[in-house]
């Protein structure tokens, strides 16, 4: 169960509980007034019905009855004097009688006075005949009825105290136990992390009772964990294909170096030339490692705060212009097709966005011969999810294999078409990069000896 949901049940108990009480007592009191109790000898009222009274003297008798409270012993008489017909009765004593002398009740009364009280009525009537109403009570049930109130209220306000504290008792040690349960959890899931085991699954206890919000925090941890040996997996392939790429240059200056201190080239020229090849792999070397300075930068979030709304279409326009002039140098066929409005606005960096369309026309370029045809094109589509730009690369050149397309986007991946070229294979990584940190989107169709087709969405109401 959820932290929140059991302390609002926490805090609807505190709430109902003594509002249950408050209404309890005066319920209980209603309950158990006199008017809504059935007096032992009530029924016999009816036998008045049997004697000469109008229905407004048994009424004045059911009356009486009603103002009665609990435990009221009663005798209704009719008087004639020296002897007097008992006409209701529930004293025990005079059970069975159907007449009594008028001074042995008397005396009867004067010998028990000792344990009862006694009232004695005799009510207004319509009918000639006198009747008398005598009520009587114990001595100790009258002084526990002084008390009584305050023991049942005071028995109620127990019963409700205690309800409410077994039930703050348990519902506390209920969320002790499922916080401390649920910290337990996330410490050692925290604890793994720590140690670096990132290729063991955190625990989870997820669509279980012990589920609540600190435990669903075992989800993002395992987010992060993943995250964390990709980022490993990453650094690991990063600094190997650093080392093996710049192990080539740094491996041919210092053979070239070697061989010229040791004293292998003997003339001018063969010095000179041996000069050259070791300032061509030190430019190569520069631009290397300046590849991965601007790759790393890339991967900061700064410049991405410093996107500004600009008009695109001159970015493609100037960016094709310039394939179409390539192309002819290196003998492509190279068309360009721009099919938008003059103004389109977008947040965008331009230098970024200028070299994502030269690494992708480099690649087409790369692995396309010449007489082939590179086909540039820019159009806007409509959407359900609003308008967006276009952007494709099309070639006619030897494609790429299905189980590489998923990985071309890889930092340091080369397919085995690429092996023969130079590059660290850190292009198309920052193609990749630049696209995802402008919030568009690229995909890729290719199929082998058949060329390939890069296409980058561009949202044009989307925000970075």
């Known amino acids: ?76 008489l009719a008087d004639f004097g020296e002897v007097n017909e008992i006409l209701a009765n529930t004293i025990p004593e005079f059970e069975g009688l159907a007449f009594i002398a008028e001074t042995d009740l008397f005396q009867y009364m004067n010998e028990t006075s000792d344990g009862y009280f006694y009232q004695l009525v005799s009510p207004q009537l319509e009918s000639e005949v006198d009747i008398i109403f005598i009520s009587r009570i114990s001595r100790d049930t009258q002084h526990a009825r002084k008390n009584g109130f305050f023991e049942k209220s005071l028995r109620v306000a127990l019963f409700f105290i ?51 919000e600190i435990t669903s925090l075992t989800e993002n941890l395992d987010k992060m964990r993943l995250a964390l040996k990709d980022n490993a997996e990453r650094r690991t392939k990063f600094i190997m294909g650093i080392s093996h790429d710049l192990r080539t240059p740094v491996a041919v200056i210092k053979g070239y170096t070697e061989a010229m ?12 030339k041996s000069l050259e090849i070791i300032s061509t792999k030190t430019e190569q070397l520069e631009t290397m490692i300046n590849t991965l300075i601007n790759f790393v930068k890339l991967n900061q979030t700064d410049w991405m705060q410093q996107l500004k709304k600009q008009n695109i279409v001159p970015v493609f326009k100037e960016f094709a212009e310039g394939a179409v002039t390539t192309g002819g140098i290196f003998k492509r066929n190279v068309t360009a097709h721009i099919d938008v409005g ?50 494709k690369i099309k070639d006619s050149g030897i494609g790429i294999k299905k189980d590489d397309i998923e990985k071309i986007f890889d930092m340091f991946y080369r397919t085995s078409s690429s092996r023969r070229e130079e590059g660290m294979g850190i292009g198309l990584a920052t193609v990749m990069t630049i696209v995802k940190a402008h919030g568009w989107r690229i995909s890729v169709d290719s199929e082998l000896g058949s060329g390939s087709c890069f296409t980058i969405e561009i949202p044009v109401h989307a925000e970075p």
């Not at 009424?59 to 435990?71: A, D, E, G, I, W």
């Not at 969320?175 to 140690?195: D, E, M, Y």
């Not at 201190?261 to 000179?272: H, Q, S």
């Not at 992708?360 to 007489?371: G, V």
């Open 1 to 76: 169960m959820k932290i929140k949901t059991q302390l609002r049940i926490f805090l609807i108990g505190v709430i109902l509980v003594p509002i249950l009480a408050a209404l309890a007592l005066p319920t209980y009191h209603y309950l158990t007034r006199p008017e809504r109790i059935l007096f032992g000898g009530y029924k016999q009222v009816r036998q008045l019905g049997d004697y000469p009274l109008s229905k407004r003297d048994i009424n004045v008798f059911k009356q009486l009855l009603h103002t009665l409270p609990p435990n009221v012993e009663f005798i209704i």
């Open 162 to 212: 205690s309800l409410f504290e077994v039930f703050s008792i348990i519902l506390i040690v209920s969320l002790s136990n499922t916080i401390s349960k649920s910290i337990t959890i996330l410490n050692k899931n925290t604890q793994k992390i720590a140690n670096g085991e990132l290729d063991v699954k955190l625990e989870s206890v997820k669509n279980t009772k012990s589920d609540n």
């Open 261 to 272: 201190t040791e004293g292998f080239y003997d003339t001018p020229k063969e010095t000179k």
């Open 342 to 391: 003059e103004t389109i606005e977008i947040p965008f960096d331009k230098e970024l966005v200028q070299r994502t369309l030269e690494n992708l026309f480099s690649n087409a370029l790369r692995y396309t011969a010449e007489n082939d045809s590179i086909e540039i094109s820019v159009s806007k589509i409509g959407s359900d999810e609003g308008e967006a730009i276009l952007f």
